[in-house]
Structure formats: C-alpha cells, structure tokens
C-alpha cells in the first residue's frame, strides 16, 4: 500500500515553517472538496495513500468542510483509524474553526466557548488526542481579539494543539494576532490564505512579505482558482465541472472573455515550460520562497500525482514572469 519510506521522503521538499521547528511539504492536501458524506469513500482513501506515498505529510481540514458539515473530518478520521493510524507521528493534521457550524449563539466566529467546543468535536471526528496545527478560521469583527487570541493560547497548553494559525486575516489583524500571541509565547507559526495567479491580495496588502520577514509561514489555498488554472474551461465549460456540479464556488459568470483570454496565454507559457498551466500555477506560488506550502485540492490520485511534479521546477526566467504578468493583467 504504500512506498518504503526511503523513497516516500525523496519526492517532496520541505520547508521551515516560518520561525518554528516543523517544516512542510511544498505541497499539502486540503480536504475542502471531495471528502464530504455524497463522495466515494474508495476514492478518498487512494487520494489520501496517493498523497502519503508522494510525501504529503499534511493533511488540511476545517470543522464544516464536508458537506455535510464535520464529514471530513468524520471520513479522514476513520482512514486514519483504519488504514493510517500506525503513521501518525508522521502526518502533520491541522484543522479550523470560525465559520459557521451548528445553530445558535455559540456556533460560529471566534469566541472562547466556540473554538473550544469546536476543537473538541473535531477531536472526536478525527479519533485524535490532538492536532499538530489549530487555527481560527476567520477575523471576528465583534468578539475581542484578546479573547480569540488566549483561546488558541489555553488550547496549546491543553495539549488538543502543538501550533495554531490564523486563515483569512490581513497584514494588520495578523500583526495584531503575533503581538498578542508572542506576549503569550504561544507557537502561532503560520497563516493560511487565498493566493493565486488571479488573486494577489496577500502581495497587495503587503502580508506575503511581511510574513516573511517576521518568522510566519504562509500556506495558500485556492491556488488553481477554483479550476480556472488548469486546462478545464480552455475549450468551453464541460457538464461535468465544478461550475455545472456546483455554483457555490466558481460561477459561469467568473469565466469572461478578458479570462478566457488570460487562461489561453498563461497555458501557451506553461507549455514553453514543459509543464501543464495547473503545475505552472503552483510553481508560481512557490517560486520565491515566501511561501512555504500551496494546499491542493484533488477529485482523483492522478491529479496528485501531477501536481507533484513541480517539485524541483518551481524557478521562472524574468522572461517568463514578464509575460505572465501580461497575461494576468488582461
């Protein structure tokens, strides 16, 4: 079932997180999509071997990915308990809460109480004593970040966490967040968010960068824009997409011409690289160390074992970066 773990460990790169003594893999699995209770529990599982045996050691989760809500982490609980569990020591586990999650006052956003019992619950569904890396999910414009900030503190000294992050927070609310939690010394070590060709918010406000410099990992998700970075919608929309499948995420109208147009190009460049415009994607992102893993997402093995592929082949020529910026700005 899975490689001997001389040559597991041969095919990834890993890299430090931020200042921290935990490294990760340049490429993660995040189990946003496809691990929910309408998908193939089979097909979940060779993902998952797929993933291990290439090297992933991180698995990325959140309390409601699913659907239904708590379904991954119900699903990647039991392939742990029943397929994994003795190689535990060395997958990295993470998981969130700050979204929306059962009825009521206490379902939601970044309270004590919340992240608290969410934490706990996602324990259960894992089948864990802890996780590696717990983060809140979200800004809370409402509850003090005092508050979020000593909650994610009171969970490491638990023992239900080793680190914690914080996902979706800017460069101002994450220098608030490291302030209060280096106060604290409590091992905040990264901050996971949206980065791709066609989303550049984290250069924008200056958090890549800043990130960097300071000691933080970044870990970005959404890095082939829902599927509009790879060779998907090159000829059209096809019944069986993410757009035709499910609307939540990546509408028809997110496919203009001007994008359409940028997608041709960036994949006439990807191919001068010998490589396919999802890999040149996540190569991008990579390609300057500032970030130090890109979650993928994955229907199938096959596009796992692709995307693996650009490791190793993550530099770009001026050249090459110049004609990419041309093509994005379309």
């Known amino acids: 079932m899975y490689q001997a773990e001389e040559k597991r460990y041969d095919t990834m ?14 490429l993660s699995l995040g189990l946003w999509h496809n691990f929910g209770s309408v998908d193939n529990y089979e097909n979940m599982k060779d993902m998952c071997f797929t993933a291990f045996d290439l090297g992933i050691t991180h698995f990325d989760l959140a309390n409601n990915y699913g659907p239904v809500y708590g379904a991954a ?46 934490l706990d619950q996602s324990l259960q569904r894992l089948g864990l ?8 999910h979200r800004p809370d414009p409402e509850t003090p970040l005092e508050e979020t900030m000593l ?3 009171s969970i490491v000294k638990s023992g239900k966490a080793l680190y914690v992050g914080i996902s ?24 996971q968010r949206k980065y791709s060709l066609f989303e550049r918010n984290i250069e924008e406000d200056g958090l890549k960068h800043f990130a960097a410099e300071n000691g933080v990992g970044i870990i970005a998700f959404c890095p082939l824009a829902q599927g509009l970075l790879t060779n998907k919608y090159i000829n059209g ?6 757009i035709r499948r499910d609307g939540r995420f990546l509408k028809e109208s997110d496919l203009t011409e001007e994008r359409l147009v940028s997608i041709r190009e960036l994949n006439e460049i990807a191919a001068s690289r010998g490589q396919s415009l999802a890999q040149m994607s996540l190569s991008w ?22 995307n693996v592929k650009i490791v190793g082949h993550t530099q770009f020529s001026r050249e090459e970066l110049a004609m990419i910026e041309q093509a994005c700005r379309r």
């Not at 060395?90 to 969410?118: C, F, H, R």
């Not at 979706?168 to 901050?191: C, D, G, S, V, W």
């Not at 390609?287 to 074992?305: M, N, P, Y």
């Open 129 to 136: 004593d802890y996780v590696d890396i717990f983060y809140h």
């Open 13 to 26: 790169q890993y890299n430090r997180c931020g200042a921290s003594g935990i490294k990760l893999p340049a």
């Open 285 to 306: 992102i990579l390609k300057d160390h500032e970030v130090t893993s890109v979650l993928i997402g994955a229907s199938k093995a096959s596009q796992i074992r692709e």
């Open 168 to 191: 979706n927070y800017n460069k101002e609310q994450t220098e608030a967040a490291m302030k209060i939690l280096r106060e604290l010394k409590t091992p905040f070590i990264i901050n």
């Open 73 to 118: 982490e119900e699903n990647f609980g039991r392939i742990l308990k029943q397929e994994m569990h003795s190689y535990r020591d060395e997958l990295l586990i993470s998981t969130k809460a700050g979204y929306d999650m059962w009825p009521g006052p206490y379902g939601n956003w970044g309270s004590k109480k919340y992240l608290v019992s969410s």
């Open 151 to 153: 909650a994610l503190d």
């Open 237 to 242: 929309i096809p019944e069986d997409s993410r």
